[in-house]
């Protein structure tokens, strides 16, 4: 991104990069990984930012508006944030799973447990029909939203249809996005899963 090239006042990058991660946040409703902010008089067109330790780094030229500052970076930290993958926990997994029972399954389904384990390599899930517990591979942890919430779906619905019959097909045709979750699924098997 191009910023004008005007001479301005002395800036104070911490104290933008400060209000940045805190506009951000409010926004978000979330927190929001630090933001820093490193001017440079070599640097003399663009504005970038890159991930750095665990927040974002922004560089820009030293000779840059604070307002076209402030912007830019609330802009450039906004998009990275969205397009970062997120990592779900076993906390959020629940929550996630009760969001979607209720959504797509009309609170069918019935968990005791769900969470997410290392010890499963050649499966995406399994339900105990008895004991209505759970178990995500770990793999998906990482993988977008469709694909996990195709697998909880999937799951969910064998805690009321233990088989995989014309019954559980009606119900797993309701999950969304399923054919491009299966397709997501069978790549990552043959080329993107590890152990």
Partial sequence: MAPSLRRHSVIDPQQVASDVQAELAKASGAAI??????LSARRKKTVAV?????GF???APAIIGEAELRRISMELVGKALSSRRHTIGNNELVERAAQLNNKYLGGRATVKEIKFVTNMNTRWGSCSVQSKRIRIAHQLQDVPGYVLDAVIIHELIHTFVPNHGPEFRRWEAHTPHLEKAQGY???FKRWGMRG
Wanted: aromatic fraction near 0%.
């Fill in 185 to 187: 699924l069978e790549a």
């Fill in 57 to 59: 780094l922004i560089m």
């Fill in 50 to 54: 890159r991930e750095e330790g665990d």
């Fill in 33 to 38: 990984p630090p933001v820093s902010i490193r």
